[in-house]
């Protein structure tokens, strides 16, 4: 079974790559000749989600899925949330939004904060969703060289390490995306779509 994820985040494409390895080929945005920005205009994770992976359905006839992720944080209402990508304005820096948000938790004693993911799945024009969230707490600053995003100053619950110090296969276990990945890959296996 082929599939594209629709992401122009390389490492998303990964990620997820590795965590479906054996039962889905996954495809990127480029292999199937998509080249443009994907439309992410939606108030709510859900939205963006679907609203990506219809315009790729749409466009470009493919069975996809698409995700989109916020990370939301306790002390400060739940934001960035939806516009985890965005916070620090545009043009979209992982780096800003990470100095951003370190700079909005100087002096906060409450760091809890987790990162949740929805996939929107479209296969053969019917809609599915799967959902994953993973607990954890900001880090005074930033450590570690792998992943992306705000990895380098997320530390899941239960570990001394940030996202950005794991492997990916480590990340991928315990991940948002790789525990919304993992229901996708049930769902697929049960093959009652
Ligand atoms: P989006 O899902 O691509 O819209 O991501 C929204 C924001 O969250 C972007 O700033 C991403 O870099 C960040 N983000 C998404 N997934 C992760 C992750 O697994 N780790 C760290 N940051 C992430």
Do not use: W
């Not at 209402?77 to 370190?102: I, K, Q, T």
């Not at 296969?123 to 599915?128: A, I, N, Q, R």
């Not at 799967?130 to 705000?150: M, N, P, R, V």
């Amino acid at each position: 079974m082929k599939i594209c994820f629709a992401t122009n985040n390389t490492k998303k494409v990964e990620e997820g790559a590795a965590a479906l390895k054996g039962l889905i080929e996954i495809v990127s945005l480029r292999d199937i000749g998509c080249n443009e920005e994907l439309p992410e205009t939606g108030d709510t994770l859900d939205d963006n989600a679907f609203e990506k992976a219809r315009y790729v359905f749409e466009h470009y006839g493919v069975n996809c899925f698409a995700d989109d992720t916020g990370l939301e944080v306790a002390a400060l209402n739940g934001a960035p949330g939806v516009y985890s990508g965005r916070f620090a304005g545009e043009p979209r820096s992982d780096a800003r939004n990470l100095s951003l948000l370190l700079e909005k938790m100087k002096g906060q004693t409450d760091r809890s904060a987790r990162f949740r993911t929805v996939i929107a799945l479209i296969l053969d024009g019917k809609e599915y969703q799967f959902d994953g969230i993973a607990e954890g707490k900001i880090t005074q600053s930033s450590s570690g060289e792998g992943g992306f995003g705000y990895d380098p100053i997320f530390q899941p619950q239960g570990h001394d390490r940030t996202f950005a110090m794991l492997s990916l296969e480590e990340k991928n276990e315990i991940s948002h995306r790789g525990k919304a990945v993992k229901a996708l890959l049930n769902f697929l296996r049960a093959g009652k779509f």
